[in-house]
């Protein structure tokens, strides 16, 4: 009985086989002449930022003396955060010499209400115009689609004579509200490019269920909204902590971004120019929205192929 068993088995076995689709194995691909080239083409680009920022983090923990040999690869004979300290607590942006660290604490009260007023009204704004049955929906959206394109230069007199008027020019609430407006057009495209992709069957039963345009916004959409979010925020984070046109104009005296102050450092000095001060100054400012992204930055790239940039 058992090797009638076996026999049996052998036999399904073997008309499975028969059966069975062949197999054929796989070959390697090698090494093509395309792929040097896109090796070489990316190690160049690689190099092409990698090289000036190891010169710069390097030059910064440099003495004065060392500088003037004149050997910009070489590591510090003697590593020295002086340079650090000194931009920090002591550099000059003007007749001022209180350091970088004024001018990154006007950064921070900058970030934070222009990133609160910004994003809130465009995802409104977004949420409208994507689901809800606005009146001149189309004529805004396009109107929203110009003023995107339109030059910072060419509105920088108006947005001028409007906070002279509200009195709130030269002041850290002039630059954040400047940075809200002009971010405005392109983050209401986008969130309502986003939102436009949920399923109207949703929409549907929010509105049988309550029917409250701020219900279904706070309740359905915001959630919904994690992937958009981060990617709005990193975009923002990045625009307004690296400019410095809005805040040199807009900021005054009192209200300088850290920009400023390092623009100012570097170009107004007198005496001989210390490389490893002005080094520290900007490695100091642009390490901020590099530890945002690089905390982030995965979620970024899940954000952005989940279709929160989409059109």
């Avoid at 002449?33 to 190690?43: D, E, G, K, Q, Y």
């Avoid at 990698?50 to 040999?69: A, G, H, N």
């Avoid at 490695?283 to 059109?311: E, S």
Wanted: positive net charge.
């Amino acid at each position: 009985m058992s090797q009638f068993s076996v026999s049996e088995r052998a036999a399904a076995s073997g008309a499975m086989s028969q059966t069975r689709a062949p197999y054929f194995v796989r070959k390697k691909k090698g090494i093509t002449p395309r792929t040097i080239a896109i090796l070489v083409f990316l190690s160049i680009c690689a190099l092409f930022f990698c090289v000036p920022l190891y010169v710069v983090v390097v030059t910064s923990f440099k003495t004065m003396d060392q500088i003037r040999e004149g050997a910009i690869f070489s590591l510090p004979t003697i590593w020295t955060l002086e340079a650090w300290d000194h931009a920090w607590n002591q550099a000059c942006s003007g007749i001022k010499c209180e350091g970088l660290k004024v001018g990154f604490w006007n950064s921070v009260f900058i970030l934070f209400p222009s990133l609160i007023l910004s994003i809130s009204l465009a995802m409104v704004t977004g949420f409208a115009l994507a689901l809800w049955n606005v009146r001149w929906a189309g004529a805004f959206l396009f109107l929203l689609f110009i003023c995107a394109f339109v030059p910072f230069q060419i509105i920088m007199y108006p947005l001028i004579v409007m906070t002279t008027t509200t009195k709130i020019y030269g002041t850290l609430w002039a630059v954040a509200v400047i940075h809200a407006v002009l971010a405005m057009p392109v983050l209401t495209l986008i969130f309502r490019n986003y939102y436009k992709d949920i399923p109207t069957e949703i929409m549907s039963a929010a509105m049988m269920d309550s029917g409250s345009f701020w219900r279904i916004f706070f309740e359905i959409i915001v959630p919904m909204s994690g992937n958009i979010l981060i990617v709005v925020l990193i975009l923002q984070i990045t625009s307004i902590w690296n400019d410095y046109l809005i805040g040199v104009t807009f900021g005054g005296l009192s209200g300088q971004p850290m920009t400023v102050n390092l623009a100012n450092l570097i170009t107004i000095s007198t005496g001989t120019t210390n490389y490893a001060h002005n080094m520290a100054a900007a490695l100091l400012t642009a390490i901020p929205p590099l530890v945002v992204y690089f905390l982030v930055g995965k979620l970024f790239v899940q954000g952005v192929t989940a279709g929160a940039i989409k059109g």
